[in-house]
């Protein structure tokens, strides 16, 4: 699976938009950009993924540019409650043989402040 | 919404015993994972299961690990004789299929503890 590179940390205002960006330069045509996040030690929670044309659903959207190397992941309005380490996960598509797995790298820990 | 759900939340255990941790995934969901998490580590994949075999595995799951779907509805990882570096949170996780483009859902995990 393609890399991907992501800010340690970020910080966002209670109410503001939340950016968050990601790389994966060398993301294979049929490579989906996934994003999780995960609060304190609970499970990996799905929020968002998308190939090629943006996405948005009721918790996010997500922008990719149009060469796919990189992504950025918008939460609208964001809440104290969306304080949480949010990974960016390139995973194969099709034609991988394998069962897909997700692998998560170190991602972004997101502040929400006040 | 459906979810998936996992006991026990927590789990004390004797270093050298036997424990087994059980997943209930997403009810038409048809593939299964294990993943794991070691305090202050990376979520590191285990092993992927699909029509009652194992897909994938990672080199962390090594013959003391074993993964079964007794029944219809769970699906469980047990260690045969816990190490002390196998406390860590561990996660079940469910998908409805196996393609790239069906998100895996996961559960809320157990916390082992060998002691």
């Known amino acids: 699976d393609a890399k991907t590179t992501q800010p340690p940390s970020m910080d966002c205002a209670e109410g503001r938009a939340a950016n968050l960006p990601c790389n994966h330069s060398?993301?294979?045509?049929?490579?989906?950009v996934y994003w999780y996040r995960q609060i304190h030690s609970q499970g990996p929670q799905y929020i968002i993924h998308?190939?090629?044309n943006n996405e948005t659903n009721e918790m996010a959207s997500l922008i990719i540019t149009e060469d796919r190397k990189s992504s950025t992941l918008i939460l609208p309005h964001a809440t104290l409650r969306d304080t949480a380490v949010y990974y960016c996960i390139v995973r194969v598509g099709v034609g991988g043989g394998s069962n897909y797995k997700l692998t998560f790298g170190k991602g972004t820990l997101l502040t929400v402040n006040p | 919404e459906p979810e998936v759900t996992q006991t026990p939340s927590h789990q004390v255990t004797q270093m050298g015993q036997e424990v087994i941790l059980r997943c209930v995934p997403i009810s038409n969901h048809l593939y299964f994972y294990w993943y794991r998490q070691i305090l202050g580590q990376k979520v590191e994949f285990l092993v992927s299961?699909?029509?009652?075999?194992?897909?994938?595995k990672s080199e962390i799951f090594d013959d003391q690990f074993s993964v079964e779907r007794p029944d219809g509805s769970n699906f469980t990882l047990k260690i045969r004789s816990t190490k002390l570096e196998d406390s860590a949170m561990y996660f079940c996780?469910?998908?409805?299929?196996?393609?790239?483009?069906?998100?895996?859902?996961f559960g809320n995990g157990t916390r082992l503890t060998v002691t």
């Open positions: 996780a469910s998908s409805r299929q196996g393609t790239g483009n069906s998100p895996l859902h």
């Open positions: 299961f699909y029509n009652n075999e194992i897909s994938e």
């Open positions: 060398t993301i294979s045509g049929n490579e989906y």
């Open positions: 998308g190939l090629k």
